[in-house]
């Protein structure tokens, strides 16, 4: 299906003089007119000016007629039309309309060409065929039957939104436009999802990764949940976005960590400030709200998402100083699958953007307690309350019953995968210098000594990390 269509008013009121002057447009491509007919009203709209007609743009826009009509200078010769959405660009294809001036609608201007004709009051009621209706059947017949269309559509309120001074996503929100491309999109997303009609089968994905303004991701995302999206679908739709829009610009290798690149940072200059102090300040603010977005709507599913996933956004909420909220979240998350974490996991958390030193340990501790913690309800529960709890417990004393649920709750498989973990991970950090003793300790101590099968591990942490710190007390 064609993503444009060729717009030209047939009207041919006006005779002669009218012909000459759309000749004289296509001819020059500026607005610039015969000497018979000289224009008798300036249209100014931000910096730009358009000497124009009035007996041509009335014949059109119900807004312009009004205003003539209402105002008070018995020759009306200068109308500011600054506030117009979409700016000086889109009243112009709206002016060449009234002129009968061919021009293209497609997918990247005709939501910002909408909200200008009805602005504009371009409707049937002052003439048949009008510029509202002509995008209205481009907008409805063309760019909302496929997902790319609507994202297309969608992108361009937005960028409109920023780049123009009369800010367009208000005026496209109380239009509907935004949201009757939010459904289109989420609807064609299941569609795809459920019955993929190209290869690669996820392009889907890649489609909803361009939309720049999280968000309007979020809402497509919300879309497809209300419409049964499975978890899997919205979890591979969430990931996929977060590598494109986050993780990208996050160097994603532990040993340079996640410091910012500078081909990020050219990619996301809107201006010359861009470059400076400042403007690094907005690419992480834009970058921490991506975040805080993504896992405010991750699905609760424990098992959606691999649990590296989960520990590069908790690296990157680091970075980027996200809210509390959203590092507990993920936190939680990792906690919950502990067991599945490998050291390399959780040496993701740990370093400075360099890779040079130990960062976040307090993200580790909380994550290890957390799941010990757990571990120890968990076993509290199927150890049971009062009375008999099974496997004998009843004769013991509460203090005894107690003890026995806690050398339960440390002996599970789950736990000793963990302990063994940790003690490996304390290894791996033993060597830097800003691992205080208490900190060591710290971590070593969340584990119950129980879960530990075998001490190996930890001693040759231990080791490694008195004999680094005794060749350094040497050396100095």
Not at 190 to 211: G, Q
């Amino acid at each position: 299906m064609a993503s444009s269509a060729s717009v030209k008013n047939n009207n041919t009121s006006g005779g002669n003089s009218s012909r000459r002057l759309s000749s004289a447009m296509e001819r020059t491509g500026q607005w610039v007119f015969s000497q018979e007919i000289s224009s008798d009203v300036i249209v100014q709209v931000g910096e730009a000016k358009f000497p124009l007609h009035k007996f041509i743009l009335v014949t059109k826009s119900g807004y312009i007629r009004r205003m003539i009509m209402e105002s008070t200078e018995a020759d009306l010769t200068r109308i500011d039309l600054s506030d117009i959405p979409g700016g000086s660009e889109m009243f112009e294809k709206a002016a060449k309309f009234c002129y009968g001036v061919n021009f293209e609608i497609n997918v990247h201007n005709v939501a910002p060409l909408l909200c200008a004709s009805h602005y504009l009051e371009m409707t049937e009621s002052y003439c048949e065929g009008n510029l509202v209706g002509r995008t209205e059947e481009f907008l409805s017949h063309v760019a909302l039957k496929s997902l790319s269309g609507a994202l297309a559509v969608l992108i361009s309120c937005h960028q409109h939104h920023y780049h123009h001074p009369a800010h367009l996503l208000p005026v496209a929100e109380d239009l509907k436009i935004v949201q009757r491309c939010l459904d289109v999109a989420s609807a064609k997303a299941c569609n795809e999802a459920n019955f993929p009609s190209r290869s690669p089968a996820n392009w889907w994905m890649e489609e909803l990764a361009k939309l720049d303004q999280v968000d309007l991701f979020k809402r497509v995302i919300t879309g497809m949940k209300s419409r049964g999206a499975k978890t899997h679908t919205l979890a591979t739709a969430l990931k996929t976005y977060t590598e494109k829009s986050l993780l990208r610009d996050l160097v994603r290798d532990h040993s340079s960590s996640a410091a910012l690149s500078s081909s990020s940072l050219s990619n996301h200059q809107d201006n010359d400030d861009a470059a400076t102090g400042g403007g690094l300040v907005m690419i992480r603010k834009r970058q921490q709200n991506v975040l805080e977005t993504i896992v405010s709507i991750l699905p609760s599913e424990n098992g959606a998402f691999p649990v590296n996933f989960l520990c590069y956004l908790l690296r990157s909420a680091t970075f980027l100083e996200a809210a509390n909220s959203c590092k507990r979240e993920l936190e939680n998350r990792i906690s919950a699958i502990l067991e599945h974490v490998t050291v390399a996991d959780l040496l993701v958390l740990s370093f400075t953007l360099d890779g040079e030193k130990l960062f976040d340990l307090e993200s580790v501790r909380l994550i290890i307690s957390g799941f010990v913690d757990k571990e120890k309800s968990v076993a509290v529960f199927n150890g049971g309350g009062g009375g008999g709890g099974g496997d004998g417990d009843y004769y013991f004393s509460k203090e005894g019953r107690a003890a026995a649920v806690s050398s339960r709750s440390t002996t599970t498989s789950a736990m000793q995968k963990v302990a063994k973990m940790v003690d490996a991970y304390l290894g791996e950090i033993a060597t830097y210098p800003e691992l205080s003793i208490s900190k060591f300790n710290g971590i070593a101590n969340l584990v119950p000594k129980e879960a530990r099968k075998v001490d190996d591990d930890l001693y040759r942490s231990i080791d490694i990390y008195l004999k680094v710190r005794s060749v350094r007390y040497q050396t100095n």
